[in-house]
Structure formats: structure tokens, C-alpha cells
Nanobody, 123 residues
């Protein structure tokens, strides 16, 4: 199983980035997806999750209204569109897959993880 994130980088406050995560080695349609992040010196935290069908979506309060999670089953790819970025969004962002219908906020529900992509929000 392989999860490869991309799209991170340096962006000014108020800017946007779109993260992608390409999943291989599993039947993508059968897995829920989550995005998590970890800032320096902090524990990993939940960002967003989407169910197998895409019908169930949840966001952390800190990103609600600014981030959008989506999935393209044909491309076995999940996206995280991040708008109105703030310095506190700076972190390594990880995607993860869950064999449950819906992984939700709990990282223990996720079976496989990517290596992460760095997002830095700074002027």
C-alpha cells in the first residue's frame, strides 16, 4: 500500500494550496480517507475526513470554512483544498486510509499513512 502526498510548499498568509494524495495498493473505493497534520513540537491532529462514498465529511473546527476535502475514485486520489491559510496552519500534512466506511477524527481508525508534505505559511 502506498500513499503519496504532494502540493505542499511555502505560501503567504491568506494564500491557497491544494494537497493531493495518490493511493495505490488497495481498492480505493473501499477505503475512507483522512487528512491529519503535525506542527513542530505538537501532537498530530485531525484536519478532515471523507467516507468511502463521499457522502460523509467532517472538518476540524480550526479549518471549517477554509479547507475542503474531496476524492476522485477514478484517479484514486484525495484532495485537500486549503484557502485563507494562516501561520498556524504550518505543519506536515498526512493523508491516511481507513478500511471502515468512515474513519472520522480518530487516527487509530486509519490503517495506512503517507509520508507527509510540508506546508509553511509565512510572510
Amino acid at each position: 500500500v502506498q500513499l503519496v502526498e504532494s502540493g505542499g510548499g511555502l505560501v503567504q498568509p491568506g494564500g491557497s494550496l491544494r494537497l493531493s494524495c495518490v493511493v495505490s495498493g488497495v481498492s480505493f473505493d473501499d477505503y475512507a480517507i483522512g487528512w491529519f497534520r503535525q506542527a513542530p513540537g505538537k501532537e498530530r491532529e485531525f484536519v478532515a475526513a471523507i467516507s468511502r462514498s463521499g457522502a460523509n465529511i467532517v472538518y476540524a473546527d480550526s479549518v471549517l470554512g477554509r479547507f475542503t476535502i474531496s476524492r476522485d475514485n477514478a484517479k484514486t486520489t484525495v484532495y485537500l483544498q486549503m484557502n485563507s491559510l494562516k501561520p498556524e496552519d504550518t505543519a506536515v500534512y498526512y493523508c491516511a486510509v481507513s478500511s471502515a466506511y468512515y474513519g472520522g477524527r480518530d487516527s487509530s481508525n486509519y490503517n495506512y499513512w503517507g509520508q507527509g508534505t510540508q506546508v509553511t505559511v509565512s510572510s
